[in-house]
């Protein structure tokens, strides 16, 4: 087996218990890792997509965005590390994760660390919550609009603490010098608190209420005061809750609090003697060296003790209530008329009722143990105790068919309504206590004039309990519309903005939730309408309600019966007695029992009138103040079809919050719950990767990874260092001006981006953007010199080239006048010589009869007779030439004259030289025989080349009309595969829409996959705290990454189960032509899916790699697409190719074009078997197939789209001696035992 470039890096890979886990990848399977845990034990299977490239395991950064590789599992790692150091905060880009420490950390909060945070850029800083409050500020002043922070998170995240230090940090940092308004704004907190919040099962100050405070800011960027919305009191905890939970926190405070003489005036009595505290826990919280009256305590209590928190003791929360109420203007009088109310709901709680016997319509009558009850009820609420009896026993209704019209009937109530009549009355005066201590807080927070405001939301996160509600219901569902809100906000409107500035930035896919929205409001079909429509039945149950719910949602994907629960609690439920929901979150189990009668807070109209009417000013106040609000629509209530639901308001309330949300800029605070048990420096992995998860930073990190959180547009940013630029600067371009600042400030051109309107900045690069939108003057004025500098050099660079321009173009004018001198020059010597052409030719003729003579003197010198008169006679015709040259100088002769005069010259000078030659004759035989060899030896020699000449172009010919049958071969081929590709294309025309559906029934499957895997996490998270059973599930295989359309397979091999090294062995080694084929395609296939792998979580610092040319991998991408093929040969053919390559790593260099090599390959029928890569000035790269398997190309010779490329096909001696000249040929003898391919096997 190949060895895995990863064989020595350590992977993360999932685990139930940390969320993941370190271990090394051993193994490629189908479509899974094996993957060998560091901690030892078997390896593990593991989804390609659910392994991840880990960090050094000690370091931690405070922007995710800095890590090297950004995944799940690093961002898991990292809030782990900074958690178990008291890092309490890290970010991720511009979100911050909050995970809740469960104790005090020293100076994290104090005044130097307000101090420390003002005014500072994020990132220059650790990250704080405080860091959130002042980039919240500062982009309040910048963008002159108003801004929303949201905290969102579980119940027992930290979501409270985290709004009231935000709270603090925005007003000591800017409130007024007077201050009155700010700590009104702080001492809100625990007044809200004690009658908002409640001890659950997971939170011991869990906020059962959501409310978006905002602090508003007068024209000087001052807080001038604050409002207070509040959404959704859970009504229901006033009168019941679960065995270890509490009521709301103002009921124990003042059991336990309050003064003697107020406990004696309000007649109250420990907690387990109240109906309403009894049946949760009724023990208080108290502090170490702090303590409670015996007689105030519950039996619970003397027997376990207190409960304990660091930051609840309810005797002193009691003074800080007590206190706050001071500081928010509320009189002593008031105060007791408040204390009087909450008493009042407490002893209205402990009466009880009974058949009476003596009643024949079968009423009711309170109990004799109860009258006492009713009598302090009565009394603190200011009524008569007879007609709170009548109220609480009977109802009045109005006849419509007989009698008249508007007829009061007085209709006696069974125990159970009248109880219920009791309950409603109990919530009914609590919720109109809670929304007068919000009116009386924000009446304590004037503004006259407000320019912007800073909002904090602060509502309760997603909940899931055994029993779940209507309370989570509407939780859940502001939660999921939250959660709209930021995938909206954070992912769908970044990229929309990406690709409008054309920044080219990949798209993100992530989980949309409209579908769970639309079951929940739809208009006529969803949940909200439909329990609606029920309360307008003439009786409606909640059987009939839940069956409409899947009646009018049969197929939709998101709800289910009870039974689907993966908890098995749940799958007891009736199906007409719940649903099942499948949030984004999880799926969780509603039981409807309740819904109804949660969604219905009316009063019966004779307990309207009759608290409407108390003597107790405050609860009339209250009740009158509801009612005139509500005159108008008093009357409408009297009928059912103009119910006005719970759901109604609440959803009304929440559109009218998602608009002032989406009319502001945004900042997010994710908050994370470390544990279950609420303890410190205990982290449970799989939960927080859950929160994680549910919170979208995954999708987050994809986005950062190659996003630009931050940007500007190029006006605002000039139009801010306008008025501080002198007149040469001021008349720049703004987009020119950018440019100048960010050249002038040495930007990195990789942190930043140019769009079209705007300049965006890369994650973690904060610190630079803020320098720059700093509206300091002293920086201004600096960044402006420094532009100043910037634009002198570049104009003196080019004032240089303006020059250097100026002197080449003399240089060339110079050289322009001489060459136009040298053609004058050549013009009139051409006239010249044209007439003179005749007599200078005739000359040179005549002249040359002088070397006939030389050679005549030559001969002459050679004979031994007559010699002296011959040379005479050579002495005469040199002196006759002479004579005719000067004739013709002289005298005008036309062009036959001259020839005339030559001719008869040149007879005489052949006549003498044909008598001296046959007087030498004889002398020169032996010479003439020498001369005879040399003619021979001369002829062989040019025979001899002319016949290597034509060995030569027999084997050029040869050549050509081999690469004429490659073409020829080539045009054949693509004209086959043209028509192929004709018939796959009608084929795929026919096939659309079926491909159209497996593709949505893909995306289907892996959402239901994905949503399995949560309600798993959900469910098991529920039982551990339960110590209930979860259906153990096996979840399906993942579907393929790169979404192809898996087609029938007609082969009868099935390798997906077989190991990596296998299939190498299997390709070594077998002699089956059809298993060899099968573990070759099957061998490659994996080679893809792990590159694919390696790519998406390559180091975000690393250059791109690549196996071969770009369009090479282009066309592979096409091909996979299109299900391109070819089909198989019984004898593999042998091909080789050459194609230009250019690497990655010297694209992006000055001159790149010139580091331009080669890519040479060899294949073995369909697949590579030889690999060469030959570049300038560096060594050659030679890859056998077998020994370098994931370093060569894995593409298949069909899916390269290499035969169809002109001319990239090569003859195999051109391949081979180049691959010998570059060593191939040694290499291939030193891995001959681990070559894969045959036919390499049987050429060595």
């Known amino acids: 087996m190949a060895s895995l470039p990863f064989d020595n890096r350590v992977m993360w890979y999932p685990c139930s218990v940390s969320g993941f886990a370190l271990g090394k990848i051993v193994d490629l399977g189908s479509s899974t890792f094996s993957v060998q845990p560091l901690s030892g034990g078997q390896p593990v299977t593991c989804p390609h997509d659910r392994v991840f490239p880990s960090e050094e395991q000690d370091k931690d950064v405070d922007d995710n965005c800095a890590l090297m590789y950004l995944n799940e599992a690093t961002l898991l790692h990292n809030v782990k590390q900074r958690y178990l150091k008291n890092k309490i905060y890290t970010y991720v880009a511009n979100i911050l994760i909050a995970v809740n420490p469960y104790c005090d950390i020293p100076k994290l909060y104090d005044s130097d660390s307000i101090k420390s945070y003002n005014g500072k850029s994020l990132g220059t800083m650790p990250p704080h919550v405080f860091a959130i409050g002042d980039k919240a500020y500062r982009d309040m002043l910048h963008t002159k609009q108003s801004q929303a922070i949201i905290v969102s998170g579980e119940s027992g995240a930290g979501k409270t603490e985290s709004t009231k230090y935000i709270l603090r940090y925005l007003t000591e940092s800017w409130g007024t010098s007077a201050g009155s308004i700010e700590d009104r704004i702080r001492q809100s907190n625990p007044l809200m608190e004690a009658f908002g919040n409640a001890k659950t099962v997971r939170n011991n100050n869990s906020s059962r209420f959501g409310k978006f405070v905002e602090i508003h800011f007068d024209a000087k960027n001052l807080v001038c005061g604050g409002y207070i919305s509040h959404y959704l009191l859970e009504k229901s905890r006033v009168c019941v809750q679960s065995n270890e939970e509490r009521n709301y926190h103002i009921?124990?405070?003042?059991?336990?609090?309050?003064?003697?003489?107020?406990?004696?005036?309000?007649?109250?009595?420990?907690?387990?003697?109240?109906?309403?505290?009894?049946?949760?826990?009724?023990?208080?919280?108290?502090?170490?060296?702090?303590?409670?009256?015996?007689?105030?305590?519950?039996?619970?209590?003397?027997?376990?003790?207190?409960?304990?928190?660091?930051?609840?003791?309810?005797?002193?929360?009691?003074?800080?209530?007590?206190?706050?109420?001071?500081?928010?203007?509320i009189t002593d009088n008031e105060k007791m008329a408040i204390f009087a109310i909450i008493a009042g709901v407490l002893h209205l709680g402990n009466i009880a009722f009974e058949d009476d016997v003596e009643d024949k319509k079968g009423g009711c009558d309170v109990t004799a143990a109860s009258q006492r009850s009713l009598s302090d009820a009565a009394t603190l609420f200011g009524l008569n105790k007879d007609d709170l009896k009548q109220a609480l026993t009977s109802r009045v209704m109005q006849a419509t068919r007989s009698g008249v019209k508007g007829t009061a009937i007085m209709v006696p109530l069974k125990t159970g309504e009248a109880a219920s009549a009791r309950d409603a009355l109990a919530k009914s005066v609590y919720s109109h206590v809670f929304d007068h201590i919000v009116s009386r807080i924000n009446q304590a927070l004037p503004f006259s004039t407000s320019k912007n405001f800073i909002g904090i939301l602060d509502i309760a996160g997603f909940e899931y309990f055994q029993h779940n509600s209507f309370e989570q219901f509407c939780i859940n569902y502001c939660n999921e519309k939250l959660q709209q809100f930021f995938n909206q906000r954070i992912l769908k409107e970044e990229q929309e903005m990406y690709e409008k500035e054309g920044l080219g930035v990949k798209r993100i896919e992530f989980t949309d939730n409209a579908d769970c929205i639309e079951l929940i409001e739809r208009k006529g079909v969803g949940i909200f309408d439909i329990l609606d429509e029920e309360h307008k039945l003439p009786r409606p149950t909640y059987d009939h309600f839940t069956t409409e719910v899947y009646n009018k949602n049969k197929n939709h994907r998101r709800i289910g019966l009870p039974r689907k629960s993966k908890l098995k609690a749940h799958r007891e439920i009736r199906d007409d007695q719940g649903f099942l929901i499948r949030h984004f979150a999880g799926g969780v189990v509603y039981n409807t029992e309740q819904f109804l009668e949660k969604n219905n807070d009316a009063l019966?109209?004779?307990?309207?009138?009759?608290?409407?009417?108390?003597?107790?000013?405050?609860?009339?106040?209250?009740?009158?103040?509801?009612?005139?609000?509500?005159?108008?629509?008093s009357a409408k209530s009297t009928g059912k079809l103009n119910f006005d639901s719970v759901g109604s308001k609440f959803r009304a309330q929440l559109t009218k919050l998602l608009e002032k949300l989406k009319s502001t800029g945004t900042s997010f605070i994710r908050c994370i719950k470390p544990n279950s048990k609420m303890a410190d420096h205990m982290f449970e992995g799989s939960n927080v990767l859950s929160q994680l998860q549910c919170a979208g930073m995954h999708n987050v990190l994809d986005l950062m990874q190659q996003g630009f959180p931050s940007r500007t547009s190029f006006t605002e940013l000039y139009n801010m260092y306008k008025r501080y630029l002198p007149p040469v600067l001021a008349r720049l371009d703004p987009r020119l001006f950018c440019k100048a600042l960010f050249k002038a400030l040495g930007l990195n051109e990789h942190d930043f981006k140019f769009g079209m309107t705007k300049v965006f900045f890369r994650a973690g690069k904060f610190a630079e953007f803020d320098q720059m939108m700093k509206s300091d003057p002293e920086n201004l004025a600096k960044l402006v010199e420094k532009v100043k500098v910037w634009l002198i050099r570049s104009r003196f660079k080019k004032a240089q080239y303006g020059a250097w321009s100026v002197i080449k173009l003399r240089k060339k004018i110079e050289w322009r006048r001489e060459m136009l001198i040298k053609i004058q020059k050549t013009v009139k010597m051409w006239i010249t010589k044209r007439r003179l052409r005749p007599k200078y030719k005739g000359i040179q003729k005549v002249r040359t009869l002088h070397k006939e003579l030389v050679q005549m003197d030559s001969i002459i010198n050679k004979l031994k007779k007559n010699k002296d008169s011959a040379k005479a006679k050579c002495q005469q015709l040199t002196a006759l030439i002479n004579a005719t040259i000067q004739k013709i100088k002289v005298q005008p002769m036309s062009r036959e004259q001259i020839d005339s005069e030559y001719n008869a010259l040149l007879a005489q000078v052949h006549s003498q030289i044909q008598a001296v030659s046959k007087m030498v004759e004889e002398q020169r035989m032996n010479e003439e025989k020498e001369r005879l060899r040399k003619i021979q030896e001369e002829m062989e020699r040019e025979r001899l080349k002319k016949e290597a000449e034509e060995k030569a172009r027999k084997e050029e010919e040869l050549r050509r009309i081999q690469r004429m049958e490659l073409e020829a071969q080539r045009k054949a081929e693509e004209e086959k595969?043209?028509?192929?590709?004709?018939?796959?294309?009608?084929?795929?025309?026919?096939?659309?829409?079926?491909?159209?559906?497996?593709?949505?029934?893909?995306?289907?499957?892996?959402?239901?996959?994905?949503?399995?895997?949560?309600?798993?996490?959900?469910?098991?998270?529920?039982?551990?705290?339960?110590?209930?059973?979860?259906?153990?599930?096996?979840l399906p295989a993942p579907t393929p990454a790169n979404g192809a359309v898996k087609r029938p397979s007609l082969k009868k091999h099935d390798l997906s189960t077989w190991k990596y090294a296998d299939l190498r062995d299997t390709i070594n080694t077998s002699c089956d032509m059809e298993l060899l084929d099968a573990c070759k395609e099957e061998f490659h296939r994996r080679l893809k899916v792990y590159h694919a792998w390696k790519t998406k979580n390559k180091n975000k610092m690393e250059t791109e790699e690549q196996r071969a040319p770009q369009d090479v991998v282009h066309a592979g991408e096409a091909a996979m697409h299109l299900g391109i093929t070819e089909d198989d040969d019984d004898e593999p053919k042998q091909r080789f190719f050459r194609i230009p390559f250019i690497r990655p790593s010297d694209r992006n260099q000055d001159g790149g074009y010139q580091n331009k090599g080669w890519w040479y390959a060899h294949f073995d029928g369909q697949w590579i078997a030889r690999q060469l890569e030959l570049h300038p000035d560096k060594h050659p790269v030679l890859l056998l197939s077998g020994v370098d398997d994931l370093q060569m190309c894995e593409l298949s010779l069909a899916e390269t789209g290499l035969t169809r490329k002109r001319g990239a096909e090569v003859l195999p001696a051109d391949f081979e001696s180049q691959w010998r000249a570059c060593g191939g040929k040694e290499y291939m003898l030193k891995n001959r035992t681990r070559i894969s391919s045959q036919y390499l096997k049987k050429f060595l």
């Not at 003697?273 to 303590?291: A, D, E, P, W």
């Not at 003397?302 to 001071?326: C, E, S, Y």
């Not at 609860?619 to 009612?627: E, L, R, T, Y």
Request: aromatic share 6%; proline share 4%.
């Open 251 to 329: 009921f124990y405070q003042l059991c336990g609090g309050a003064p003697p003489e107020v406990q004696k005036q309000l007649r109250l009595l420990p907690p387990d003697q109240f109906h309403f505290l009894n049946r949760g826990c009724t023990k208080y919280f108290l502090s170490k060296g702090n303590s409670v009256d015996k007689s105030r305590m519950s039996k619970a209590m003397l027997q376990q003790g207190p409960l304990h928190d660091i930051n609840r003791d309810d005797v002193k929360d009691f003074q800080r209530t007590w206190a706050a109420m001071d500081h928010m203007g």
């Open 604 to 633: 019966h109209h004779n307990l309207e009138f009759l608290v409407a009417e108390s003597s107790n000013g405050l609860v009339k106040h209250m009740f009158s103040k509801g009612q005139s609000a509500s005159a108008p629509s």
């Open 977 to 1034: 595969r043209r028509i192929q590709e004709e018939e796959d294309r009608k084929a795929a025309e026919k096939l659309s829409s079926e491909l159209a559906a497996e593709q949505e029934d893909t995306e289907r499957r892996r959402q239901a996959i994905e949503q399995e895997r949560r309600d798993r996490e959900l469910a098991l998270r529920l039982a551990q705290e339960d110590q209930d059973q979860v259906e153990d599930v096996s």
